[in-house]
């Protein structure tokens, strides 16, 4: 079970306001192209998005759906990829100080990737985890960064406008 954490310097509520915006996915998770709604308002159970994968001159496209969504804290998503199978990722978020330490989980459940799943393919797993992370990273810090730290602050503790 290939499960990564990363540190991120923004509160959780920027790092959720990438994970919850669908068209966004492409941006975050390596290896996909563009990524598009499907079915359901994401990312609400059973909600789903398409994404595109470029190996070369092929082109495949995947989707991924919501099988739990803890709103703020945690989504689960099932990816659905075609003859390699299903897998399952979680990504989980905690308040760190005034960051956010997020965690990534995945392993495969169905198809060729649970049947052939090893050390090997565990590791590359890793590195593909490692750099997702960072590209999440860059996102949410550019998000944090663009927002005004009261309003940071507001979204965390759930204060209305113009209170201490």
């Not at 991120?8 to 598009?36: C, F, H, M, Q």
């Not at 399952?88 to 169905?110: K, M, N």
């Amino acid at each position: 079970m290939a499960v990564r954490h990363r540190l991120i310097k923004a509160d959780p509520a920027a790092v959720w306001e990438v994970l919850a915006d669908g068209n966004r996915y492409a941006d975050w998770v390596v290896g996909t192209g563009d990524s598009w709604p499907r079915e359901g308002q994401w990312p609400q159970l059973g909600a789903s998005i398409e994404y595109e994968i470029r190996l070369g001159p092929m082109r495949l496209t995947n989707r991924t759906i919501v099988r739990h969504c803890e709103e703020g804290t945690r989504l689960e998503l099932e990816i659905m990829a075609g003859y390699l199978g299903t897998a399952r990722f979680s990504i989980e978020l905690r308040e760190w100080g005034e960051y956010c330490l997020v965690i990534a989980d995945e392993h495969p459940l169905q198809g060729a990737g649970a049947v052939l799943h090893n050390v090997g393919v565990e590791a590359l797993i890793q590195m593909r985890h490692r750099s997702m992370l960072a590209r999440l990273a860059r996102l949410c810090e550019d998000v944090a960064q663009r927002r005004p730290a009261a309003s940071a602050r507001q979204a965390r503790t759930g204060e209305a406008p113009g209170h201490a």
